[in-house]
């Protein structure tokens, strides 16, 4: 009984000393998957996180391309938006040198206007002055000579009545003239 | 949840008989250290002996290329769910441990390693509390001690590549140390450096699944004990330790993720100090 004992505590191992299947079954794990791991798996996720990269940089080069190319629009856009400001600018400042130009040749031709019609009316004023001295003239003597022949006429030493004579004369060529006024 | 080997089997009624006086009282069948040397399942004798745990091991490899296989198969610049669960796993070792430790240039060189050794701790960790397995396939000292071992030559293999004189200097005789020190300080860091980094890399591992297991062991075996075997106001008492053990699995969990985070990252630092220029 006692050797069975002693037997049975010969038979159980010691747990800090390896068993040659032992070894072998953990030799035998830790090659195979050191082999997936270092030839398989790592490598696909090197590949993958490779791949990644690159796309997250295409997305971010693209990115910066999209970003440039807004940029380039939007200064064309204010470039072309500055030329028009100045093209309207323009055009309004010729408009205005234009209106100004209509005012002063508008001004100039009333006024050309103005001296016409001022002139046309002293040439009017001359015209008729000359022709009631030319009708003057003609009556004047006419009534120079009536005159003459009236005091021819009547004695010429009386002062009082060639006074009279006179005064007559006077008063009737001045309502003649009424009466020719009157009637023009 | 207990495979108990025939031997063990063997000697509990042998003790049953020597310890407990023959009455009916219950036997109370805790966690034993036969848990994790199941019998074998096939090639009993050779160095293929295949049992449960080793089956098991097989099993996560199987998974992890199945997982790894089809996350990055049809790989999309857009990730769906599955792929950017996949991504997000390697992304996090490779920012979050290598990269940030070791830079761009030579992060790629060691990435398939400290990736290989994350996720193999972290998958045969989860199996611990997985129901039904209940085991953690790191468990067992051959794993833990194949990956450490790994990790301890990518680390001198780093070092003595790169600048071999420097290396040794470094590790052995550090700048900054008044020269009569070296007779104290080249040893310790001789054995801290070459002998206690791999074990230290095992041990918290091992150790940390072996009792992770025991503990949980212990609170649902207690849980049925007090319920089936005991019953009566015992059942109180299973409710407890149910509770525990609950809590524990959970607990686990964190270990899990957190072991794997660990010796991912105390490998890359180790090989990280191999590469640095000065200390």
Known sequence: MLAELIVAAEETPNPLLPAWYDIVYSLIPFILVLLLFWRVVLPRMQKTLDERAALIEGGIAKAESAQAEAQAALEQYNALLAEGRAEAAKIREQARA???????????????EAARITANAQLQIEAERQAALVSLRAEVGSLALDLASGVIGETLSDDKRASALVDRFLAELESDTATTKAAK | MLETPLSAAALIPILAL????ATETPEFKGPSIMDFFPPAILFEGTPFELNR?????LVIVALIFILFWLGTRKMQLVPGRFQGTIEMGLEFVRKGIVED?????????FLPLITTIFFLVLFMNLTGIVPGI??????VIGMPLVLAIAAYIAFIWAGLRKHPWTFIRNAL???GVPPFLYIIVTPIEFVSMFVLRPVTLTLRLLMNMIVGHLLLVLFFSATAFFMVELGGWWIAASAVTLAFGTAFTFFEILVS?????????????YIQLALADEH
């Open chain 1, 98 to 112: 234009e209106g100004a130009a209509i005012l002063a040749e508008l001004k100039e031709s009333a006024q050309a």
């Open chain 2, 18 to 21: 020597a310890t407990a006086p």
């Open chain 2, 53 to 57: 745990i080793m089956l098991l091991r």
């Open chain 2, 101 to 109: 430790l070791l830079g761009q240039k030579d992060g790629k060189r």
């Open chain 2, 134 to 139: 209940n085991i953690s396939a790191n468990s």
């Open chain 2, 173 to 175: 005789f550090p700048p």
């Open chain 2, 257 to 269: 993720v957190l072991q794997a985070y660990v010796f991912a990252l105390l490998t890359t630092v």
